[in-house]
């Protein structure tokens, strides 16, 4: 039974920084693309940033390019997040994303969400 546990959120000022994480158990995760979507109150799912288990190559969405970056621990199977330079409108519930279909992909194993809250 896959898991993906986050942690890592909270409230931040603008201009602050968080790290996220994502434990993943369960299956062997070669050949998964492993990283994050996010959904703020009102909005659909967006894709955040994915990495590949298996070659560590790293996809952005254009509008967190630069400020957030993705990480992985293959040893631990822990994938992060280092999110700066937070504005209100990143404030979002953050899913860690698990597929095998490919970056970008909104679809595979999900985890429970972790809140992100920026205040101005």
């Known amino acids: 039974q896959v898991q993906l546990v986050e942690s890592g959120g909270g409230l931040v000022q603008a201009g602050g920084s968080l790290r996220l994480s994502c434990a993943a158990s369960g299956r062997t995760f070669s050949g998964y693309y492993m990283g994050w979507f996010r959904q703020a109150p009102g909005k659909e799912r967006e894709f955040v940033a994915h990495?590949?288990?298996?070659?560590?190559?790293?996809y952005y969405s254009d509008s967190m390019k630069g400020r957030f970056t993705i990480s992985i621990d293959n040893a631990k199977n822990v994938v992060y997040l280092q999110m700066n330079s937070l504005t209100p409108e990143d404030t979002a519930v953050y899913y860690c994303n698990a597929n095998w279909m490919g970056p970008r992909r909104d679809s595979g194993y999900w985890g429970q969400g972790t809140q992100v809250t920026v205040s101005s």
């Open positions: 990495i590949s288990y298996s070659y560590g190559s790293e």
